[in-house]
């Protein structure tokens, strides 16, 4: 009985992820690790374009490629967010922004809000601006976790040398990037705007 209330419970809060847009492909056994975000983190300097090198998958990207996210300062600890990718051929892109509920305290931690959908994190573990970024966040959802991340260059592709350096802010904190799946970009792929 109890082993049907969690998977009941699992579903549930899979399908109310999904509407967040944050939900899975999968979801694992064991618990959410412990982590931090940078701690001298300035937005300033984030802002500008970022290519979705590898990620872990989530329901929403299914099929899409050429992905890639612009981030503009328009407020105090605000930045416009706008993510385009191609979908069947076609060039897709939604637009909200991106906040910081304590720019003093975590300022790598970031509330992102899109039209119509409710709110999600957005943890930055490290970054060095001009290279690589590394995003996540993970939900505990009883005996499972629910997690995301996204391995971003300032470039559609990274050496092995920076990609290893980006991985390396997951691994610190026990994070498994064996469930990461690279994205597809090449010569051909067109970005909005």
Same mark, same amino acid.
């Given at each position: 009985?109890?082993?049907?209330?969690?998977?009941?419970?699992?579903?549930?809060?899979?399908?109310?992820?999904?509407?967040?847009?944050?939900?899975?492909?999968?979801?694992?056994?064991?618990?959410?690790?412990?982590?931090?975000?940078?701690?001298?983190?300035?937005?300033?300097?984030?802002?500008?374009?970022?290519?979705?090198?590898?990620?872990?998958?989530?329901?929403?990207?299914?099929?899409?490629?050429?992905? =890639?996210?612009?981030?503009?300062?328009?407020?105090?600890?605000?930045?416009?967010?706008?993510?385009?990718?191609? %979908?069947?051929?076609?060039?897709?892109?939604?637009?909200?922004?991106?906040?910081?509920?304590?720019?003093?305290?975590?300022?790598?931690?970031?509330?992102?809000?899109?039209?119509? =959908?409710?709110?999600?994190?957005?943890?930055?573990?490290?970054?060095?601006?001009?290279? /690589?970024?590394?995003?996540?966040?993970?939900?505990?959802?009883?005996?499972?976790?629910?997690? /995301?991340?996204?391995?971003?260059?300032?470039?559609?592709?990274?050496?092995?040398?920076?990609?290893?350096?980006?991985?390396?802010?997951?691994?610190?904190?026990?994070?498994?990037?064996?469930?990461?799946?690279?994205?597809?970009?090449?010569?051909?792929?067109?970005? %909005?705007?």
């Amino acid at each position: 009985m109890a082993n049907n209330l969690i998977q009941i419970l699992l579903l549930a809060t899979c399908c109310i992820a999904g509407l967040n847009a944050n939900v899975l492909v999968r979801s694992t056994r064991g618990a959410c690790p412990t982590f931090t975000t940078k701690p001298d983190f300035d937005y300033v300097q984030y802002a500008g374009v970022w290519f979705e090198i590898e990620k872990i998958p989530v329901v929403f990207e299914e099929g899409m490629t050429c992905i =890639r996210a612009i981030y503009d300062e328009i407020a105090p600890n605000t930045v416009s967010v706008v993510n385009t990718a191609v %979908l069947n051929g076609n060039t897709t892109a939604i637009y909200g922004s991106a906040y910081q509920p304590y720019p003093e305290t975590q300022p790598g931690y970031l509330i992102v809000q899109f039209p119509g =959908r409710p709110d999600g994190d957005y943890f930055v573990l490290d970054t060095d601006y001009v290279t /690589y970024t590394a995003v996540y966040d993970c939900v505990s959802v009883g005996a499972y976790k629910l997690e /995301y991340a996204w391995l971003m260059g300032r470039t559609n592709s990274l050496t092995p040398e920076q990609l290893a350096t980006a991985r390396a802010a997951y691994t610190q904190f026990g994070i498994d990037i064996s469930t990461f799946e690279a994205t597809f970009h090449d010569e051909n792929c067109v970005y %909005l705007p």
